[in-house]
């Protein structure tokens, strides 16, 4: 009987320890926007598509002076 009182005594100290949390983290604005993040995805940004072709554009030039070097080296 008294590891029951023990574990209602665990559970409700980890209830209130959860409850104390959220509390804090609704207060700080955690959860103020619930609904952007979800949709985000579906929005086209230029500026990853510009920084992908300019990264595209670097990594050929690269490839470019390996061979180079390669070339060199026979």
């Given at each position: 009987m008294d590891?029951?009182?023990l574990m209602i005594l665990c559970s409700v100290s980890l209830a209130a320890v959860?409850?104390?949390v959220f509390i804090v983290n609704a207060k700080k604005g955690q959860f103020e926007d619930d609904e952007?993040?979800?949709?985000?995805i579906l929005f086209d940004s230029d500026e990853?598509?510009?920084k992908e072709e300019?990264?595209?554009k670097?990594?050929?030039n690269e490839k470019g002076?390996?061979?180079k070097i390669?070339?060199?080296s026979e």
């Open positions: 590891i029951l009182y959860f409850l104390v952007s993040p979800a949709v985000r990853i598509k510009e300019d990264g595209n670097e990594s050929e002076e390996n061979n390669e070339e060199k």
